[in-house]
């Protein structure tokens, strides 16, 4: 059982502050991704709770023990490097194996092991083999080997799949995902791919410039993210952003984007619907919730004009400037657009968000109201 | 003939021209080592062998030991040094300079390149400077140093100050930053000391750094002469290059035959050590362990 939890934890770098004051609770066997942009502190978040790296403030804390003095060689975690670094002298039985010799488990032990270990990743035939001999997934399998082989009560990966090819890449995760329904080991996983994030995390933890913007169930993060940065972070064309008002006529609210475009106030707002007024907003959708028209209530349709077009194949991007922002809608691709053409839209309303333009969170929303 | 040609034909002469230049003066040492003494100074130069006269070899290498044949009509020139006792001295001397060096290089650059330690920058230095003090400036205290040891006019005497090398410490440091510090802490990772992360991963990477201080320090005092020549006295413990001058005191009647002949000899060994390490010089001995 290992549970981990940093405790304000920080790490400076010559008076930078490259982690800042992070909290987080980790369960036994949780599957947690570290994410956020390259320059973040991901890495370094991760080294500390390694060892590699001396934290400059906070505790962690790995199966209640407080481990911030104790060598790394003890803390019972494996790292899965991002580069591999396997030994390139040593075949991969022995890459796979010297962590157990080391530690001076027996040699009966060891094979049957490596075996095992082997087996999980389809190794088997490869164990001879030195890694300038293999491919590029068949080192990372080698790199996550070295760290199953240990059974250690967590194991922590540095963007494993940042090396691969897209489509090596997917298939890997799927087997990352499958290797930790099997072992249901504690995972402290880092990426900068949300894709990857989304796809594997029980809990996501978006980082931004050393701070944690939002920590949650990949669903809850992408549905109701707290702040900008989580909004255009999560989910892949990000979300469009653009300024608003809230304006009241007679009896009823309304969102003005511009002179032309006032879309009714959803109701998810209208519990503090005057406290809007007046207020520095943004309003921000998802392109797959703008669409060709559909038939259901909640949805308001408006026109624009269509500035490119992105065939996916499944669905079509269309880009277009909505009061002078550049935004994108996800439509069916049979949908006639055209570049340059006028083209009516569908937006849903339950899924919009209000963000307030002074401190870039998300005002939060009631969907019960 | 297109212009890829043209340009790989240009760089071909190139390098002929700058190879002959190189080669020329070996081919004459070669030729006039088989020559008659009497054809060795011939103007203009004779590049190619025009006598065969192994004799001049046999000279160099037995005439200490065998009296000579009195139908020999060879060389006047002939040698009064055991050249291959020296041979002999000059291996032992060379093969434990290299080991010596190859072994504690390994160990001091590693210390300057992956271990911190409170003075290591200035330390370095230090280590360095001594690279700019000619060997002349310390001979004398050497000298003194090793004979108060009593270690002069030996081999030992040789051997021991030349196993400390900055040089080969910087070589190897070198080798040693080349290797990525993932390595080192997938070894902590994986439970080792200290030690083992040497031990295990990095003096094994470091080899193709061995070879080429290997190569190096062999060279070097295969070809010394000027401690061997402050620091020896007897004929029996000369090296090589002491022996070459030997073969040409003798006798100075104008020949240089013998004295070729001996050179000759003496730079086959130097092209075996390099010819055999160059076999072992593997490019690419980090390949498949990291990517990025
Ligand atoms: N050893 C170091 N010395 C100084 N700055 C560092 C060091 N390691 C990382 N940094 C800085 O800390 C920041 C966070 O780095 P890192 O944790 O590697 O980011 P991420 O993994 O999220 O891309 C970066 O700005 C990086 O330049
Ligand atoms: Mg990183």
Redesign the interface.
């Known amino acids: 059982m290992a549970n981990v939890r940093l405790v304000g934890l920080t790490k400076k770098f010559d008076g930078n502050t490259v982690v800042d004051n992070v909290d987080v609770d980790i369960e036994h066997g949780e599957f947690i991704v570290l994410v956020g942009p390259s320059g973040c502190g991901k890495s370094t978040t991760l080294r500390m709770i390694a060892g590699l790296e001396d934290m400059t403030e906070g505790k962690i804390m790995i199966s209640d023990r407080t481990v911030n003095l104790i060598q790394p060689k003890d803390r019972d975690v494996a790292m899965v490097f991002q580069n591999y670094a396997l030994y390139p002298h040593m075949n991969v039985y022995k890459n796979i194996s010297i962590s157990l010799s080391m530690r001076g488990v027996d040699k009966t032990e060891i094979d049957k092991r490596v075996k095992e270990t082997a087996a999980i990743l389809g190794l088997e035939n490869l164990l001879y083999r030195l890694p300038k001999q293999l491919s590029g997934g068949q080192r990372q399998r080698v790199a996550m080997g070295r760290a199953i082989v240990r059974q250690p009560a967590v194991f922590l990966f540095d963007e494993p799949l940042s090396n691969l090819d897209a489509k090596l890449r997917v298939q890997m995760r799927t087997e990352i995902k499958k290797i930790h329904q099997r072992v249901s080991t504690t995972i402290i996983y880092v990426t900068h791919d949300q894709t990857e994030a989304m796809t594997l995390a029980d809990r996501i933890v978006v980082m931004n410039e050393g701070k944690i913007e939002q920590i949650g169930a990949p669903q809850d993060i992408y549905d109701h993210p707290k702040t900008k940065f989580v909004a255009s972070f999560i989910g892949s064309p990000s979300m469009n952003f653009v300024g608003c008002e809230v304006v009241k006529k007679g009896h009823s609210y309304f969102i003005k984007l511009d002179e032309n475009v006032m879309i009714p106030l959803p109701k998810q707002y209208h519990a503090e619907k005057d406290a809007l007024l007046d207020r520095d907003l943004e309003f921000g959708f998802r392109p797959e919730h703008v669409t060709e028209p559909r038939s259901s209530v909640d949805r308001h349709k408006f026109n624009v004009t269509v500035d490119v077009l992105e065939p996916l194949g499944n669905d079509t991007m269309v880009y277009f400037t909505l009061a002078g922002r550049s935004c994108c809608a996800r439509v069916s691709p049979e949908y006639a657009a055209e570049a340059g053409r006028g083209i009516e839209l569908d937006l849903d309303f339950a899924k919009v968000h209000l963000l307030d333009g002074v401190t870039n969170r998300i005002v939060p929303a009631y969907n019960n109201a | 003939m297109n212009r890829i040609n043209g340009n790989v034909i240009a760089s071909y002469l190139y390098l002929v021209f700058f190879a002959l230049i190189i080669l020329l003066p070996l081919l004459w040492v070669v030729s006039t080592s088989l020559r008659l003494p009497v054809e060795s100074y011939s103007l203009p130069p004779k590049w190619l062998p025009t006598d065969f006269m192994w004799e001049n070899y046999w000279e160099v290498l037995f005439s200490y030991y065998y009296e000579r044949d009195g139908t020999f009509v060879g060389s006047q020139a002939s040698a009064n040094v055991p050249f291959p006792h020296l041979m002999l001295n000059s291996f032992i001397v060379c093969f434990f300079v290299t080991i010596g060096q190859v072994f504690f290089c390994s160990f001091a650059g590693y210390a300057f390149a992956r271990l911190a330690f409170p003075g290591k920058t200035a330390l370095f230095w230090f280590v360095m400077a001594t690279m700019m003090i000619p060997l002349q400036v310390t001979i004398i205290p050497i000298y003194v140093l090793l004979s108060k040891l009593g270690l002069t006019d030996s081999l030992t005497g040789l051997i021991l100050p030349a196993i400390p090398s900055a040089f080969g410490t910087f070589l190897m440091r070198q080798y040693y930053l080349r290797i ?1 510090s ?2 080192e ?8 000391s200290q030690w ?1 992360v040497f031990w ?2 990095f003096f ?2 470091a080899t193709p750094g061995m070879v080429v201080l290997a190569i190096l320090a062999f060279n070097y005092h295969w070809n010394e002469f000027f401690r061997p020549l402050i620091l020896i006295s007897t004929d029996t413990t000369f090296t090589v290059p002491l022996g070459i001058v030997a073969l040409r005191d003798y006798k100075m009647t104008g020949s240089i035959s013998v004295v070729l002949a001996g050179i000759v000899i003496s730079m086959i060994p130097a092209l075996i050590i390099y010819l055999f390490g160059q076999k072992h010089l593997v490019e ?9």
Do not use: F
């Open positions: 990525p993932a390595l802490e997938a070894m902590i990772m994986d439970g080792a083992q295990r991963v094994p990477l690419g001995i980090l390949t498949g362990s990291v990517k990025g």
